[in-house]
């Protein structure tokens, strides 16, 4: 009530006052607001800057790998590495020097700028494919171990059938045929998930694999043994038996042949 009968001279009074008390913190809070949104818009512009940048360099390496120009995708390779690493194409540049080395006859090199790819933070679709692509270098390289190591773990549906594809080929090169198989046949199974495997490819490696060897039993050798030398003894026995039997005839027919010729009868 005591506001309401305050004239409108002791109102404006009071709001004076509490401006004159209140400015500075008003003003402060302000400032910093302001600050920190030209701050931001400031951040954002420089950001999206640094990917129009990053953009060009990369449609330029693009450009120097498609015409095979080694030394000036070098370059550019590595000024994208240095001066815009947190964007993605730091990743695509290592994706692309690897197919230009491999291009070149140059798989070792290859090899290091996918293994380049996996050692940075981010980038997990990325490395995905460098696994990928990894696996086929070392499978080139005759290291099949190594090849089987780095398609252990898809993370996820999207490239499970090329990685069963990619650990069949490995386990084919080990000659573990049975193996081989089972991850073919994986990968047919995953290919709704995987619009990029060749189903057709692999289902010709399948039929490329040798017949199927069914291992016998162990108890069923055993006994197939056991019955084998049973029966080899009861031959022996009835061979002993036939023997005597001949020697029993032949030795009564030579005593009959002896008392027929004996002139004291």
């Known amino acids: 009530m005591a506001d309401e009968l305050k004239t409108e001279e002791e109102q404006l009074e009071d709001l004076k006052k509490w401006w004159q008390e209140n400015q500075f913190p008003i003003i402060a809070g302000v400032v910093i607001v302001v600050g920190g949104l030209f701050g931001w818009n400031s951040y954002q512009g420089s950001k999206f800057e640094s990917q ?3 953009s060009a360099l990369y449609e330029t390496l693009v450009e120097h790998v ?3 120009r080694l030394e000036e995708a070098q370059a550019v390779s590595s000024q994208i590495a240095a001066d815009y690493a947190n964007t ?3 990743g695509q540049s ?4 690897a197919r230009l080395y491999m291009d070149r006859n140059r798989d070792e090199d290859a090899a290091t700028a996918l293994r380049e790819l996996l050692a940075l933070d981010g980038f997990d679709e990325m ?3 460098a696994n990928l692509r990894l696996s086929k270098i070392l499978l080139y390289q005759g290291k099949a171990d190594e090849a089987l190591a780095a398609v252990q773990d898809p993370q996820g549906q999207a490239f499970a059938a090329r990685f069963a594809e990619a650990r069949g080929d490995a386990l084919l090169a080990l000659e573990r ?3 081989a198989r089972e991850a073919y046949s994986d990968a047919i199974g995953q290919a709704n998930a995987d619009q990029t495997l060749n189903v057709g490819l692999v289902r010709l490696k399948i039929f490329d694999l040798p017949p199927e060897v069914t291992e016998p039993d162990a108890d069923a050798v055993m006994d197939g043994s056991e019955a084998d030398a049973a029966e080899t003894e009861a031959e ?3 061979d002993i038996e036939d023997s005597e039997s001949t020697d029993a ?3 009564a027919t030579s005593d009959a042949t002896a008392e027929s010729e004996d002139p004291a009868q």
Do not use: H, Q, R
């Open 52 to 54: 129009v940048a990053a």
């Open 66 to 68: 498609a015409d095979g």
């Open 88 to 90: 993605a194409y730091v």
């Open 94 to 97: 290592k994706l692309a020097m």
């Open 127 to 129: 490395k995905l494919i």
């Open 177 to 179: 045929f049975t193996e």
């Open 236 to 238: 022996a026995e009835a």
């Open 249 to 251: 005839t032949s030795d």
